[in-house]
Each structure stands twice: as structure tokens, then as C-alpha cells.
């Protein structure tokens, strides 16, 4: 619908520039509402229509042409020039009815139904994230790769390609080793079947120390991982056994997340691929074996300094590249995905340009549907027990946080199941904090802040949907009824129809970027308007019509406001 008008004004600036409607309609923008002034609807950049660059008296004429040539008719009611930006507006009743029409059409596709997002390409897409170490810390890494992944899949999920989702934990290496060693000693199968993950991580910690005084405990370790290596099957059902409950538990935890896996995998899957990937490797001769004995790869472009991967320890067992490289290959044949996106903190940059580099080396050309994306550190998340180890942790937090907040304020005291609402609340909190920045930027948490009602905070969010849709309980609309456009041409209304005509502008830089900000930015956009129409625009006690209209409105209001939040990866509360 956006859509509707960008065509339209497209068309006639086209007709009198003599260049194709096709090319310029990407270059009609809606206009970022003023949150004190009424602006324009759309506007273009006229020196963005133009391949060649021309000069100033150039663009002058043309800017002139199009002021005299261009008519009002029954789309475009106005024009206007600020700054060189050619302004349109449009007719306002269309405007109501288009906007409120498409939402109610599209529901959770609208903005993604655009020309604009409609041409990105579609397919599967294949999305890696969280991938936990099982015994060791789930560390803040680790969560902002959870919940930024899952953004990415909803995102992906949302502009209609098929997603699958792939958890690739660390379930292989020493940390078994020294597990199979000490789990005699140390592990009680009561706590392992009550809370695998937490109990996983003690005997680990407990084996980890021991092993460091005891040289027979390192040995024993050691002598475990060898085991587990050469397919040992007692070691391998202790391994399966551990790694099978710690999956378990993670479900339940990504659960209250609302995330769910298509595949839990694991570097596991890869210890025997991995070593087709060094015969590979060998046939292809990009394997250099060093002087002690190590398998490199040799990356050095156009001789510049000399740049190795290891791919092999001189025992001849592999490494977490190595794995990565099977693992790449393996989906490629296994799920042909038109793209991948790996996510993980910026510590891993160079893991995967080598691992991009040494696909490409092995002229796997899907290597370049393959993206990592990459994010910057947290400090200051810390829970009452202290740093983040478990996901569980953060999320009893802000829960709990959330909840003492809650019982200070008195309207939430109606809220029939407040636990729940508090984590759904808490979860908002910390996704729309982590969310805010540039995703590369390192930031400092605080729970304080992210649990302000007011501000940019994911509370906020929430208070704005429950807001909403309490209002739209107590009347209960119906959705099939027409309304007087008519109704609807105050200010705030007309604002904030304004900004929901550039929701498909938003979706469109946030797939082209995969960057959350700008939908969040978007959404606090939409709050503050919905809240001030809220404020202005009265059900109670308006004429039937202006009531009817005004719930309609608010109604498109939360739809959209839903849709964003769930991308994401927040649940809108209904009451709180
Ligand atoms: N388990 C790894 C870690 O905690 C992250 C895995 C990232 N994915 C990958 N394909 N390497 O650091």
C-alpha cells in the first residue's frame, strides 16, 4: 500500500523526466514522521533518479520541470520542494483507507508484502545459533547469540523464505574427556536427571581442578577422550547419555525464549567428516604438513604476509576449523540452503573468514550465500548468583525482577498469571536492550534501565501493546465492519498513519542489513504515536462512528506493533 502511492507518484515523475516508473519507485520514500510538526507523506531525492551525475543547474531544471509538469489528482494531493527534496502529499481519506485496509488484509505479512521486500531472494535459508559448550558456561555470547539468531530466522521466516534452525553445540572435546574421567567420583545421576546442564558444569569444575593437581585424573581424562575418539562404545552411550539429558534441558530453557531447533548438531556429528576433510584437503594439495608435524592450510593472498589455518595437531585429530569445514560442506549437500548465516561473537571473525577462505579454496561455491554475523561484548550482565553460566539464570532474573516491579505498580495486580507476565516482560527488557545499538558495538547492561516503563525499553513496548489491546477488549470491535475515513483525520491519527505507510522501508533496510535497530527504532516510533493518539483520540464518549473508527485505528496500530516485537523474539502481553 505504501506501495500503491510510491507507484503512483512514481509514474507521474516518470512521465515527465522521460525515466522508467520502475526505476525511480525506489527512490520515493515515506517521509520520517515529526513528532511536533506535520511533514509530507513521501519525497524524493531528485538527483537520485539520475545515473549520471549532472550539475547543480542540472537538477535545478529538472526540479523546476517537475513543479510546473506535476498535477494533483485524486492519489497525490500537494507538492512541495525543501532543500532540493521534492515532497508529495497524499489525499487524506485514501490515505486512511489504504493504510487500515492493507493491515487488515495482510495481518502479520504487512510490510513484508511490499514490492520493496518482495525482492529479496527467497528460498531456505539456514540459520546457526546459540551453540552452547555442553558442560561449560552458557555465557552472554551465548545468549546474544540466541535471541539475535532467532531474530534472524523470524526476520527470514517473515519476508517468506524457509528457515531451518540449527543449534551446533559443543559437544565434543575435553570437556568429555575429563566428564568420563570424574563423573564416577563427582556426578550423581539424581542431579544429572534433575538439572543435567547445572550438574554437567559442577562435576566439570570439580574434574577440572582435580585434574590439575592429579596427574593420574589428566591421564584418565585423557585416556577417556581417546576412547571417545577411536568409537569406544561404553564411552560413547556415557557421552550419548550426557549430551541426550543436556539437550533436554536446553529445550526447556529455549522454551520460555519461544524458540524452538529444527536440529540440534553439534561439532560431534563431524569428528569422522572431519577427516575426509583433510583427505581433501591432501588431494587438492592445500594441505602443508609443518616441521612438527601440524596440517595447515596456507592462506596468503597476493603475498602478503604469511597466513595459516591449523586444520591438524600433529597427532592427527582435527580441530574446531576442521569440523566447521565439514560441517559446512555436509549442509550444503544435505540441504542445498540458498543462504547460511552463522552467528557469533566478533571474537570469531577470523575463524570464519579462514573458513570462508578454505571453502572457497575447495571451490565450494555456496561458500558465498554463506554470512557470518557478528556481535560485540557485553558487560555488566550479571545475575544474583554473580556472572551468567546458565541461560536459565538471566531468565529467572528478569523474571523476577520484573515481578517485584510489577507489585509495586497496582493495575498489574489483575494480571491472572503474573509469572508468566513478568518473564515475558523481562524478556522484552533484555532483548529490546541488547537490541538498541549497532550489533558489532560492545555495551554495558543494566538491569535498571532496561526495566524502565518509560524510555526506549522493551517494557514500554509491552505496556504500549497490553495498553492497546486492553482497550480493544473492553469494546470489542469487530474487524469485518467498515469505517468513515472521515474519522480519522486528526493530527495524531494522520502521524501516525504516516508511519506506519514506512514499515516496509524499515523491513526492507533491516533484511538488507540483518540489524535489529531500525525495527526497534521503528517500534518505539510507533508507541509514542499510538500513545499519543491514545491519549487525544477518545473511544469513550465520542459519536458512534468516530468510536468505531478510532478502535479500527488502534486496532491497526497493535497489529503491527505485535508484528514487530515478535521478529524480534518478544511475546506481546495482552494485560499487564
Ligand atoms: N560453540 C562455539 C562457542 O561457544 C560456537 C559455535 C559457533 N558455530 C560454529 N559453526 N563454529 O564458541
Known amino acids: 500500500m505504501a506501495c500503491y502511492f510510491r507507484r503512483a507518484i512514481a509514474e507521474q515523475v516518470s512521465q515527465v523526466l522521460g525515466v522508467p516508473a520502475e526505476k525511480i519507485l525506489h527512490r520515493v520514500h515515506a517521509v520520517p514522521v515529526h513528532r511536533k510538526r506535520p511533514s509530507a507523506d513521501f519525497q524524493i ?10 550539475d547543480a543547474a542540472f537538477y535545478q531544471e529538472k526540479t523546476q520541470k517537475l513543479l510546473d509538469k506535476l498535477v ?35 495481518g502479520c505479512r504487512y510490510g513484508f508484502s511490499s514490492e520493496l521486500v518482495s525482492d529479496f531472494p527467497k528460498g531456505l535459508t539456514l540459520v546457526e545459533y546459540s551453540s552452547p559448550n555442553i558442560a561449560k558456561k552458557f555465557h552472554v555470547g551465548h545468549l546474544r547469540s540466541t535471541i539475535i539468531g532467532n531474530f534472524i530466522a523470524n526476520l527470514k521466516e517473515a519476508a517468506g523464505n524457509k528457515v531451518f534452525r540449527v543449534n551446533y553445540l559443543g559437544d565434543w572435546g575435553l570437556q568429555f574427556g575429563l566428564l568420563g574421567a570424574g563423573f564416577s567420583k563427582f556426578g550423581s545421576e539424581d542431579k544429572l536427571k534433575s538439572n543435567a546442564l547445572q550438574h554437567l558444569f559442577e562435576v566439570y569444575v570439580k574434574v577440572n581442578a582435580a585434574a590439575e593437581k592429579d596427574e593420574e ?85 597476493n603475498g602478503d604476509q604469511s597466513a595459516h589455518s591449523t586444520v591438524m595437531r600433529s597427532d592427527g585429530t582435527t580441530l574446531y576449523i576442521t569440523r566447521d569445514i565439514a560441517a559446512a560442506i555436509d549442509r550444503m549437500e544435505k540441504y542445498n540452503f540458498d543462504e547460511m548465516v552463522y552467528v557469533t561473537d566478533k571474537s570469531q571473525q577470523t575463524h570464519f573468514l579462514n573458513l570462508f577462505k578454505i571453502l572457497k579454496m575447495l571451490e565450494k561455491d555456496k561458500v558465498d550465500r554463506c554470512q557470518h554475523v557478528m556481535f560485540g561484548r557485553v558487560q555488566g550482565m550479571q545475575t544474583r548468583r554473580g556472572d551468567v553460566i546458565f541461560l536459565e539464570d538471566v ?45 558489532q558495538a560492545d555495551y554495558r547492561f543494566n538491569w535498571d534501565e532496561a526495566l524502565q516503563s518509560c524510555g526506549d525499553t ?48 524499515v523491513i526492507y533496510k533491516t ?39 478510532r478502535l479500527h485505528f488502534f486496532n491497526s496500530i497493535r497489529v503491527v506493533l505485535a508484528n514487530g516485537m515478535k521478529i524480534l523474539g518478544i511475546t506481546p502481553v495482552d494485560k499487564m
Open 45 to 54: 531525492f531528485v538527483k537520485s533518479v539520475f545515473d549520471d551525475p549532472g
Open 72 to 106: 494533483v489528482d485524486s492519489v497525490v494531493s500537494e507538492f512541495g520542494l525543501a532543500r532540493g527534496i521534492l515532497t508529495f502529499k497524499v489525499n487524506r481519506p485514501l490515505l486512511v483507507k489504504k493504510v487500515m485496509h492493507k493491515i487488515r488484509q495482510d
Open 217 to 301: 585424573m589428566k591421564r584418565s581424562a585423557q585416556e577417556f577422550m581417546r576412547k571417545l575418539e577411536s568409537g569406544d562404545p561404553q564411552a560413547l552411550s556415557l557421552w550419548t547419555h550426557f549430551r541426550g539429558l543436556s539437550i533436554e534441558e536446553y529445550a526447556k530453557v529455549y522454551k520460555r525464549l519461544g524458540i524452538e531447533f529444527d536440529e540440534y548438531a553439534g561439532e560431534s556429528f563431524y569428528r569422522e567428516k572431519s577427516h575426509d576433510v583433510l583427505d581433501l584437503l591432501r588431494s587438492k594439495n592445500i594441505l602443508k604438513i609443518t616441521n612438527e608435524g601440524t596440517g595447515v592450510v596456507d592462506l596468503t593472498e
Open 511 to 549: 533484511l538488507k542489513e540483518l540489524q535489529p535497530r531500525y525495527l526497534v527504532a521503528y517500534l518505539m516510533g510507533l508507541g509514542h504515536l499510538a500513545n499519543v493518539a491514545h491519549h487525544s483520540l477518545h473511544v469513550k464518549g465520542s459519536a458512534p462512528e468516530v468510536a468505531h473508527a
Open 458 to 505: 522493551g517494557v514500554f513496548l509491552q505496556y504500549t501493546h497490553a495498553r492497546l489491546q486492553s482497550l480493544l477488549t473492553l469494546w470489542n470491535t469487530r474487524e469485518e465492519e467498515d469505517f468513515s475515513a472521515s474519522c480519522l483525520q486528526d493530527p495524531p491519527a494522520i502521524a501516525t498513519l504516516q508511519h506506519l505507510l514506512r514499515y516496509d522501508e
Open 395 to 439: 531468565l529467572d532474573e528478569a523474571r523476577s525482577r520484573m515481578l517485584q516491579n510489577m507489585a509495586k505498580t497496582d493495575t498489574s495486580k489483575t494480571t491472572e498469571n503474573p509469572e508468566d507476565t513478568a518473564e515475558k516482560i523481562g524478556v522484552a527488557a533484555l532483548i529490546i536492550q541488547d537490541f538498541k545499538g549497532q550489533l
